[in-house]
């Protein structure tokens, strides 16, 4: 019981940390943080149900006013901007990235670490933040599409990266990979 | 040419003096350097590593400018952290000697080999491939000092190395420090460690307060220490 | 941790958070149905009245707005694309205040009250199965292992910085997710010495 709690704080505590790791500029000119990796690696990592919770926590947090987002933001402004679609998505990723996490067998961990990563971080975040976005600011899909579309390649790469550090940990501490236990 | 020469060097932290004005030369082979918290050595330590630059003044490292000339500072002088858990990059043991290796220019599979054979030197061939996370606290320890030997500097800062070691691994260390040929500076709270060595420096308040051999300056740290202790009623 | 909010103590910081938040509520719900351009700019210049009234609010709230400027620029020309200029200033005026208002409760909330009134939100689901014992004592590890995180990743950057490294890298996560494991798995241990979660 402890030992969920507190796991489940510290990685709440992760993804505000990685949100404030430099950000990364791809060629394309477009900045990428190292945050929405850590909402991957929570479902990687903590399975679905503590995965989605540490993610809970982590906005609850930023709800209260605490600058925990990328760049030191937070309060509940954010939650009212059409951007607000991913917030509400991060936690639904990391819980289905755990599932697939949880439930998939025969695979490697790096590998499936990377899959559930796509399927939750990737496809599953975008298809609940695109529409969210199109209704807040009364736009077509097409143009909601478009304005995401550049931050998608920084988020593929963030899928590998979840995939090699989900492995890296599987290795060094396999007790803490609670989603394989 | 003098081993380590600080002239008139200030480092300020967020508007507060942590180094004031500090001109030293240290050529002695082993110096120790004490001091309360707060003193500045572990600063002191950073620059000497290059890893910060100094406000004022020049600080040169067998006449390198080790905060600029980043590719001359890694053969010349090498540091080791407090908690090795804090300093260790890489998964496994090979990949973190070579690490260092690889930014002095070797390419990846000659790195491979050469931190494979130092691992065997220093008689610890069998954790090539093994984890380094997964060793004990204090192999871990030993495998910062092996990535840093690795490199071949030529002096090697540690900032209070025996912090938290149980003893049999503490006088492992120390014998591996005595036989090392490079100048080496520890910073340490452990007075006694610092007996054989030549020359010890303690700071205070950010300037050097005391400097000369062992039997010296340890007393006079030592009674300094002990009213500080006693004052706090 | 230091919260966002300003310190001092405004007529703002005064009012109950409770206040604040359900009339924040209330706004967002009104606001849904307001399609006059006017009616919102109004408000607006309403909300920047606020801003005003509280020493330091206009300062950090532009900063706190950096971001929504670029999305409600990006907005702004969609519509324009479309020819609706209209209903394009009417959509990123209401983005606008309903940021500005919800930074405003943000910015004069104090941590300690949000948390509290946090709790109380969450205390008719205690009889649901819901321990806030246990969501309070998350709220302070957080806080409280957040500055430690980030004192690791600089104890990880000089150390990449000593042998070489340049800047940062996606190197140094694998070992600050190790280290701080470690750390969560000695407090946990140490939670459960003194008595565990109630």
Same mark, same amino acid.
């Given at each position: 019981m402890e030992r969920n709690v507190v796991y489940i704080a510290v990685f709440a505590a992760l993804i505000a940390v990685l949100g404030l790791l430099p950000k990364f500029t791809l060629i394309s000119g477009i900045p990428i943080t190292a945050q929405s990796l850590g909402i991957m690696l929570c479902g990687t990592i903590l399975g679905a149900k503590r995965g989605a919770l540490a993610v809970l926590l982590f906005l609850a947090l930023v709800a209260l006013g605490l600058p925990l987002l990328a760049g030191g933001r937070g309060g509940l402004g954010v939650f009212t901007t059409p951007w607000a679609g991913f917030l509400f998505g991060f936690p639904v990723a990391a819980f289905v990235a755990g599932l697939v996490m949880e439930y998939t067998q025969n695979l490697t961990v790096g590998i499936l670490a990377t899959i559930s990563a796509i399927i939750g971080g990737v496809v599953v975040l975008y298809a609940i933040a695109i529409p969210y976005y199109m209704v807040g600011a009364n736009i077509s899909l097409w143009e909601a599409t478009l304005t995401m579309a550049p931050f998608m390649p920084g988020d593929l790469i963030k899928t590998v990266l979840a995939g090699l550090i989900t492995r890296g940990l599987y290795e060094s501490r396999p007790n803490a990979v609670l989603s394989r236990m | 040419m003098m081993a380590i020469s600080l002239d008139q060097v200030t480092v300020s932290f967020d508007g507060v003096r942590v180094i004031e004005a500090v001109s030293v030369a240290l050529c002695e082979a082993r110096i120790g350097i004490v001091g309360a918290n707060g003193s500045g050595k572990s600063t002191l330590a950073r620059l000497i590593a290059g890893l910060i630059a100094p406000d004022a003044g020049k600080i040169l490292v067998q006449g390198v400018d080790v905060y600029r000339d %980043? =590719?001359? &500072?890694?053969?010349?002088?090498?540091?080791?952290?407090?908690?090795?858990?804090?300093?260790?990059?890489?998964?496994?043991?090979?990949?973190?000697?070579?690490? !260092?290796?690889?930014?002095? !220019?070797? =390419?990846?599979?000659?790195? #491979?080999?050469?931190? %494979? &054979?130092?691992?065997?030197?220093? !008689?610890? $061939?069998?954790?090539?491939? %093994?984890?380094?996370?997964?060793?004990?606290? !204090?192999?871990?320890?030993?495998?910062?000092?092996?990535?840093?030997?690795?490199?071949?500097? #030529?002096?090697?800062?540690?900032?209070?190395?025996?912090? $938290?070691?149980?003893?049999?691994?503490?006088?492992?260390?120390?014998?591996?420090?005595?036989?090392?040929?490079?100048?080496?500076?520890?910073?340490?709270?452990?007075? &006694?460690?610092?007996? #054989?060595?030549?020359?010890?420096?303690?700071?205070?308040?950010?300037?050097?307060?005391?400097d000369g051999t062992p039997t010296d300056v340890i007393p006079k740290f030592a009674s300094e220490m002990k009213a500080r202790a006693n004052a706090v009623d | 941790m230091l919260s966002i909010s300003l310190p001092g103590q405004s007529w703002a910081h005064g009012m109950r958070v409770g206040i604040k938040m359900g009339f924040l509520a209330l706004t967002s719900i009104v606001l849904f149905w307001v399609n006059a351009w006017l009616a919102l700019l109004v408000t607006l210049l309403g909300v920047v009245a606020l801003y005003t009234s509280v020493e330091g609010a206009v300062r950090k709230g532009l900063w706190l707005m950096k971001p929504m400027l670029w999305i409600v620029g990006i907005i702004w020309v969609f519509h324009a694309f479309r020819g609706e200029y209209l209903a394009g200033s009417v959509v990123c005026l209401r983005l606008l205040v309903l940021v500005g208002l919800a930074n405003f409760v943000t910015l004069t909330s104090r941590l300690t009250d949000m948390i509290d009134l946090f709790l109380w939100l969450l205390s008719p689901l205690e009889k649901a199965g819901l321990r806030t014992g246990a969501i309070g004592l998350a709220l302070g590890l957080v806080m409280r292992f957040t500055p430690v995180l980030i004192e690791r990743v600089g104890q990880l950057t000089q150390s990449w910085r000593a042998r070489g490294g340049k800047g940062a890298s996606w190197r140094l996560i694998l070992p600050l997710f190790i280290t701080v494991i470690d750390d969560a798995d000695r407090v946990a241990e140490a939670l459960r010495a003194r008595g565990g979660i109630q």
């Open positions: - | %980043r =590719k001359s &500072a890694l053969d010349t002088v090498g540091i080791i952290f407090q908690n090795p858990d804090h300093q260790i990059i890489f998964p496994t043991c090979t990949e973190e000697v070579a690490f !260092g290796l690889i930014q002095q !220019g070797l =390419k990846r599979k000659e790195a #491979d080999l050469r931190a %494979r &054979a130092i691992l065997t030197e220093h !008689g610890r $061939g069998d954790w090539a491939d %093994r984890l380094a996370h997964q060793l004990s606290q !204090g192999q871990r320890h030993y495998l910062c000092l092996i990535s840093v030997l690795a490199m071949a500097p #030529d002096v090697i800062i540690l900032d209070e190395p025996y912090a $938290g070691l149980d003893m049999v691994t503490s006088l492992q260390l120390q014998r591996t420090l005595a036989s090392l040929d490079q100048q080496v500076v520890m910073i340490t709270h452990d007075t &006694a460690l610092l007996a #054989d060595f030549d020359r010890v420096i303690w700071m205070d308040s950010g300037q050097i307060v005391g | -």
